[in-house]
């Protein structure tokens, strides 16, 4: 992961990004028990005032790294890591504040458990379900925390059904 | 008999345990699941001969 953060680092001083966050199951793991996982999943935003294209410049700067395409990731060291480009003022919100962690001891963005939390309950599958269980059962965050969050981004619907499915017994 | 709801207790201390190590050593260790299940779902020599024709 070590590699990861490098090339993160190293992609938003040259320009390529606007910003970035880790998130999916490799940020939820800084908050509970590890889990396993096949991929790395990084949120990116473009950098301000250029195409909304922010994939190609990322895979044209992973070649030239020497990380190269695998499926839809780009493997780099031991994990195969997707570019998710931001795809709502949630995930937009959740690269702006998301926490900064440390790898072998660099840097590391990532989504606050919050954030995870409200992400895996628009995104709604079975998996982000037990995601966001997980965070609640490590205290990483309170339901108030992802009611408020909910609330703020239209998905009070979605943290209700959960409510009643998971956690009214 | 076994108390089961002790034992059960002392899982769940014992997993939020693992909740609290570094990020780090996390990662490190979804890296080596990851491995494992590879090697789980790859078939073995054994298999492969079998697979051989004639």
Known sequence: MREVAQLLN??????VIGNYAMFGAVAQMRYTQPVAT????????????QDINVLDPICHFCRSRGYNPEGEAILVGDWPVQFIPAFSRLTEEAIDRAETGEIGGLPLRVVRADYLAAIALSVGRAKDFARVLSLLEADAVSSNDIERLCARHDLLSQWQQFCRRFLDA | MLDLRAMLERQAVWQRKRANLPWETKLRMAVI?????????????????????G
């Open chain 1, 10 to 15: 190293d992609m938003l001083r040259a320009g």
């Open chain 1, 38 to 49: 096949l991929d790395a999943d990084v949120l990116v935003s473009p950098p301000a005032m």
């Open chain 2, 33 to 53: 699941l990851r491995h494992a299940q590879r090697a789980l779902h790859q078939p073995s020599k054994k298999n492969k001969r079998r697979e051989l024709p």
